[in-house]
């Protein structure tokens, strides 16, 4: 598996904006997952796209995958103070599900 | 069901010092993984294991050991430490046909 690059690495908005975060990545890759991580614990995952697929929704989260661009964005509409956390992608080109993390962004949103 | 618990939660070792990590999951999972995360960073692959009896070398395997022998369990151990070794340590499991990782809470480990 590759590494996934986020941008930007650090993210402050306000309660109901919306945040958009970034992964590029750089060889073909089976599929690519995002993750959320709250301070101090482990990291949850949040949504899976295929590389056929170009547009995934989960309730609030909106994720795009253009593998033409070797890229990804996560957008969180209507974030709420809870959504502060760091985020990050792993795009999955090898076998047994091997992840490698970049520095991730860090989303902080303000009441 | 407790998904993927680690024990201990905290430890302080002084350098030199040998420990071992538990990792335990109760949901059948084929696929366990090591991972360590030092401050404002991603969570680097140290080894990881696709069955039981199995492992493998991650990223930063070097100073770590790992061993399988049940499949629920996923231990790693730490010879002799060394302060480049503090970090918090996060185990995850896979099940076979899924590509989604479930994480533990995290052991945060400090060499002095």
């Known amino acids: 598996s590759q590494q996934g690059e986020e941008d930007p690495q650090a993210l402050s908005i306000q309660e109901g904006e919306n945040a958009t975060m970034n992964c590029s990545y750089k060889t073909s890759i089976n599929n690519l997952q995002w993750y959320r991580q709250n301070s101090g614990r482990g990291l949850v995952h949040l949504i899976l796209?295929?590389?056929?697929?170009r547009e995934k929704h989960s309730g609030r989260l909106r994720v795009t995958l253009d593998t033409s661009k070797k890229s990804s964005s996560l957008l969180i509409t209507a974030s709420r103070a809870a959504d502060t956390a760091s985020y990050f992608c792993a795009p999955i080109s090898g076998g047994y599900n091997k992840l490698i993390f970049g520095a991730g962004t860090r989303l902080a949103v303000h009441p | 069901n407790a998904g993927v618990t680690q024990t201990p939660k905290f430890r302080v070792l002084k350098t030199g010092q040998s420990m071992t990590l538990l990792c335990a999951q109760d949901m059948n999972h084929e696929y366990m993984y090591w991972y360590r995360q030092d401050p404002g960073m991603g969570l680097r692959l140290i080894h990881y294991?696709?069955?039981?009896?199995?492992?493998a070398k991650g990223e930063v395997p070097d100073g770590y050991n790992v061993s399988r022998l049940k499949k629920q369990n996923f231990l790693l151990g730490l010879e002799s430490a060394a302060p480049s070794q503090t970090s918090v340590y996060f185990c995850?499991?896979?099940?076979?046909?899924?590509?989604?990782?479930?994480f533990g809470p995290g052991t945060r480990l400090t060499v002095t």
């Open positions: 294991s696709v069955g039981e009896g199995t492992t």
């Open positions: 796209i295929r590389s056929n697929e």
């Open positions: 995850a499991s896979s099940p076979l046909l899924s590509y989604e990782q479930y």
